[in-house]
Each structure stands twice: as C-alpha cells, then as structure tokens.
C-alpha cells in the first residue's frame, strides 16, 4: 500500500508546546509533593527492584503507567530529580530491545499491553527531548509485532487496548510514513476488540450483574477463561473508555466516517444506561448501570480523559470538550485527596459513606471507596498520574496552517509559528470557577490568523471584547471565530455566562451545575485513619451532618464566589458556592452502606425548607450530586 497523509480533524501540538499556568500549575505542584513525586521510594512496584530496571519485581504496567505521569509531570515543573528517575526507566527500555525487536523485562515478553503503555512513555520522552532511540525502538518494536501477531495475535488486554497501540504507530507514521506501518495498523485493527460494532449497537444497555453472576464465573472458571464464561474485557469499565480511542485512531488511517458515528452512539448509551452528572461512567470494575450508588473507577476517569483527547484530534466535536471538561473538573479532582497522598478505586456520584465495608459493586473489594495508597487494587495507584499532565495536550490543538484552536480552558500558554513567526498566546483565567477567558499575545506579530475558541453547550450568552472594544463575533458549529492579524501586547476577553443549571439523572434525579462544574451536597466529614503503609495512611469518611435532602426542582439557586485558594478544589474553601432551597427526605436513608439510590420524583416531603449549601464536586469527598426533587405546587 501507498503512503498517505493520516487524516485527523485537528493536530495536537507536541507537549512541549504548551504552559501551565495558575491554579493548573498549582494542581501540578501538589501532585508531585504528593504520591507521584514519592511513589517511586514508597511503593514496590514501582521501586527500585522493578522488573523495567532489570530487577525481579513487578513486570507488566505498573511502572510504564507510572511514568506516563511522571514524564510529563517532571518535564512541566522542570522537576530535575524526577526527570532523573525518568530517564533511568526510559534507558533501561531503550537498551532492553532485542534482535527481533522486542523489549522491556524478559519475565514478560509475551505480553503486549504492558509494551504500549511504555511506548506512549516513550513518545513523550521523544517530544520532549527528541532523542532519536525513540523511533529506533518504535521502528524495530512494530517490525517485531508485525511477525509475531501472526502467531501469536491480540488476546485478553492487548486485544482489547488495541488502541493505544494504533495510537503509537500513528505517532511514528506521522513522522516517518511508511506503507509498512499501514499494514501493521490493519493487522491491529483485524485482530481487536470491535469496539466500533460494539458502540453502534451498544449491548450492555444494564448492569454487568444483570448479564452475570461474578460469584458463579469466578467459582467456575480461571482467569484465562473469564472471557469465555462472560464478555469480560468489553464490559471492563477502563477497557470500555480506553475503546472510545480505537475508532477514533482508526480513522486516522482508514478516513471512515462510521467510526465518528461509532463514538457519538456509544457516548450517548454510555451516559444514558451507565452514566453520572460528573461525566464519568460506572463500572465497579464492570459496567454497573445509572444508579448514583454504583462505582466507577479511578483508571477509567483518567483514560477516559486521555481517549477524549485522542478523540478530539481525530474529528475536532468540541462537545467532547465538554465532555472533557465536566470529567477533568468533576470526576478527577473528587476521587484523590486534595494533599494527593490517597486516592479511591471508586468514586459514587451519591457518596456518604467511604468506609471498609460490603457495597453493591459487582466484583470489587470492601475498600474500594476508602482513600488511601492502594484501595481495593494497585492500578489506580500506578495509573492516577497521567490525568492532570496529560490534560494539558488537550487545551489547545492546531486546523490547518492558519488556525489556533483553544480546545479546552485552563490557564495556560501556547506556543506555535505562523509563516515563520514563532507566537506565544497565555490563557489568563480561573476557569472553571470563573466565566472570563483572557487571551493575551505575548510574542509574535503581523501575521494574520484565526482562533477558534469553543463554545460550550451551556453557555446561551457569550461576549467578546478585544483591547477593550466589543467585536462582534458569531458561534458557528460550537466555536467562536476570530480572524485578524494579532499582534504582541493584543487582549481577547470572551466571557461565557455560567448559568446555574439542572440536569436529570437516573431516576429522574436532579443535578446542579454551573458551567462545566457540578454541585454536591457540602457534608461534614470525619477522616479516620484505619491503615498505614510505609508511613502512608488509609483513611474512612463518616458524615458528620445529614445528606437525605431532596431539592425544590423550581426553586431559586444563589451562587457565590469566593476566594480561589492555593489548594483549588478545596472542600475548606471552596471556589464557588451554591444557596438551595430543599427539605429533608426521612424516608431516603441507606442501603446496604451507600445511600440508596434516589426514590423516583418527584417525592413528597412534609419536612421545612432549609436552605443547604453545594459545593463543587471535585471539593466534596463525601456529596449527594444526584437529589430526588419535590415540587412546592405539588406537596400535599
Ligand atoms: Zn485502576
């Protein structure tokens, strides 16, 4: 086959390229004073006896997913001790590769999945230092796959992860195209999980334990054989939003249009039969349905984020930079500590309990909602750092020569070049808390270009002002359009008009948003202690006040904005704050330890009105984000 160009909507700009700045940047700092920046010291699997340095631990993901983090973590804060780290894995695989190609530990040679995690490592490490191994070991890695697949095909995860594997030979292609890599990216494609035919037609329209008992599949089979006795990996939640990236890599090689249509049906019957109002989907670890009670896992939020990436490069939907939005801001601040010494492996939509206890999951442990080093499974623990780094690929993307998209807003800055003249744009804002996008040109001159900024679906009311004076801009197919010559010291302020909204959930239950951000309820919670690992503590929360409130669905909501402290999804101060009216729900208690899932509403209550305080989701470790609702009208 010829060599074509790859098709992809919009370009991502290398990781280089991009800035963060204010409360992103101070996301990033607290991350690595937390777990990402001891992990190494604390955690064996990925210390010093790892099997990717040679040594007789741990062997297969942990540490790639680790790195996947850490790279790009280091890179940004100009972490020189943790670049070291880095670069000591990252030598150790280069040096690893074999004559036919392989790489990493011997202990798992046979396995594939755990090789693209550490090539996605291995891209950034390239983009950051351009060090030529990179493609060496690509080049000779696809060469060995292209052999090897055809005795020992996808199977288990790499069968279902396949698209993270595309997404590696895309990058080596889009650098040095060869036919060869087009038949290998067919091979692949032959060989996967169809996660294409599964979206369209989306099966799993209920919870896993509908379909399966996990008692009897485990009693009954071994792990080799639990894809045979149930569709394991495509009910798998994190293999579910990893899949969301094979179509999209896919058409960057095929150019079929039905993998766009793919991914839009399989994220609405995602969101309709497993989804939360904070944008990720349940799955306790198997997709578990709309219930507010279910869980969904850690590793799913971030790969979720990074496949909506992916996504976004390959078709340019800015609804999925909503999506993205709701995820990054919601979902994933919620479910690690502020400090980011602990971590859940499931969060609850309706969480007002996180106690070592028996829940309704479908196969995950009592743990599993409590905050701490290792919960329930250590996956979490190696794969929770790529979510705040990575995200930063995903704010700004490239159409074409001429045009700058501003994707997804964080405070930030880009760097690119127009016809030879290198530009420097800084995104001034506290976004998500805040309504006011400040685009400034601090380099560059004379050149005439458009960027294009997305206009969100909640935002009916939008103003655009440059150095001072309102232009006139229209919204066409979700971006606002600017087309000038931009100049250093030139502003562009775009205000979006955060309203406070209601969205229905399972139920009929009621969510409360603003902009991109998602209220829960602001309970008193109690943190105990109750293990200690290597000086890293496991923590349970208690409530300390009540939770079982239903809201008036008519009622009149007052936000109020306050300080943005240091910490910036901070349960003490939290960046904004709602006023709701709502009544106590006596008959809404708990069920086997979570709450029980929101009674059908409207109820009746004949409890006072009270006014109850929301606070974003990502500040409330325990919340109610999914209320039953009454009507005044209607109370008997
Ligand atoms: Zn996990």
């Known amino acids: 086959m010829k060599t074509d160009k790859l098709h992809n909507a919009l370009s991502a700009f290398p990781l280089t390229a991009v800035e963060p700045k204010g409360w992103l940047l101070r996301q990033l700092e607290i991350q690595m004073k937390g777990l990402t920046g001891i992990l190494h010291e604390a955690w064996d699997s990925v210390g010093s006896y790892s099997g990717w340095l040679g040594g007789t631990g741990e062997n297969w993901e942990r540490c790639p997913y680790y790195l996947d983090g850490l790279l790009p973590l280091s890179y940004y804060l100009d972490d020189g001790k943790h670049r070291e780290l880095c670069d000591r894995f990252i030598a150790w695989a280069l040096k690893s590769q074999d004559k036919e190609g392989n790489f990493g530990p011997a202990a798992s040679k046979d396995d594939y999945w755990s090789r693209f995690v550490m090539l996605k490592v291995l891209i950034q490490y390239a983009e950051i230092t351009g060090d030529p191994q990179v493609n ?32 590696c030979i895309k990058w080596l292609y889009e650098q040095e195209p060869d036919a060869a890599l087009i038949d290998l990216a067919q091979k692949v494609s032959s060989q996967a999980l169809d996660w ?20 009897k599949v485990k009693a009954n089979n071994t792990w080799s054989q639990f894809d045979v006795a149930m569709a394991f990996h495509a009910t798998h939640i994190v293999n579910v939003a990893m899949g969301l990236k094979f179509p999209a890599m896919q058409y960057c090689f095929d150019h079929n249009k039905d993998h766009y249509a793919a991914l839009k049906a399989g994220l609405e019957a995602l969101a309709k039969y497993h989804g939360t109002a904070a944008g990720i989907f349940n799955g306790d670890e198997h997709l578990s349905g709309n219930s507010p009670s279910q869980g969904a896992e850690l590793c799913s939020v971030v790969e979720l984020m990074f496949s909506l990436q992916c996504m976004l490069e390959s078709f340019g939907d800015p609804a999925w930079g909503d999506l993205l939005e709701r995820i990054a801001y919601n979902s994933l601040p919620a479910t690690i500590s502020e400090d980011f010494m602990s971590h859940q492996y499931l969060q609850q939509a309706n969480q007002v309990l996180a106690t070592v206890a028996k829940r309704n999951w479908f196969n995950n442990d ?12 250590g996956c979490c623990t190696a794969n929770m750092h790529q979510g705040w780094p990575k995200f930063l690929k995903s704010l700004w993307f490239r159409e074409g020569e001429d045009t700058l998209v501003s994707m997804v807003f964080a405070p930030s800055a880009v760097k690119l070049v127009f016809e030879g003249c290198p530009y420097k744009l800084e995104l001034g804002t506290s976004y998500p808390f805040r309504d006011i996008l400040n685009y400034k040109v601090v380099e560059g001159r004379g050149k005439e270009f458009t960027l294009k900024i997305r206009h969100p679906q909640w935002a009916s009311n939008f103003d655009v002002r440059i150095n001072g004076k309102p232009e006139a801009v229209t919204s066409v197919d979700n971006f606002l359009v600017i087309k000038r010559i931009w100049d250093c010291g030139d502003i562009l302020n775009c205000h979006f008009a955060m309203p406070i909204a209601k969205s229905r959930w399972f139920n009929n239950s009621l969510a409360v948003e603003r902009g991109p951000l998602v209220f829960g309820l602001d309970i008193a919670e109690k943190w105990t202690a109750f293990r200690e690992t290597g000086g890293i503590k496991d923590y349970e929360i208690r409530p300390e006040s009540e939770w079982n409130y239903a809201l008036d669905e008519g009622g009149t909501i007052e936000a109020k904005e306050k300080e943005i402290a240091d910490l910036p999804f901070s349960k003490k101060s939290p960046p904004v704050i709602l006023e709701a009216p709502a009544r106590k729900l006596p008959s809404w208690g708990l069920e086997n330890n979570s709450a029980a899932p929101p009674p059908l509403s409207p109820v009746q209550t004949a409890e006072p009105v009270e006014i109850i305080r929301l606070i974003p989701y990502g500040c409330a470790k325990l919340r109610i984000s999914q209320f039953p609702y009454y009507s005044e009208a209607s109370l008997k």
Request: charge should be positive.
């Open 196 to 215: 294409g035919g599964l979206y369209t037609n989306f099966p799993f329209t209920r919870a896993t334990s509908f379909y399966y008992n996990w008692d």
């Open 136 to 167: 060496v070991l690509c080049k000779g890695y696809f060469k060995y796959a292209a052999k090897s697949l055809d005795q020992r095909p996808l199977a288990q995860w790499g069968k279902a992860r396949a698209g993270d594997l595309l997404y």
């Open 366 to 377: 009592d743990t599993s909602n409590t905050f701490g080093l290792e919960p329930n499974f």
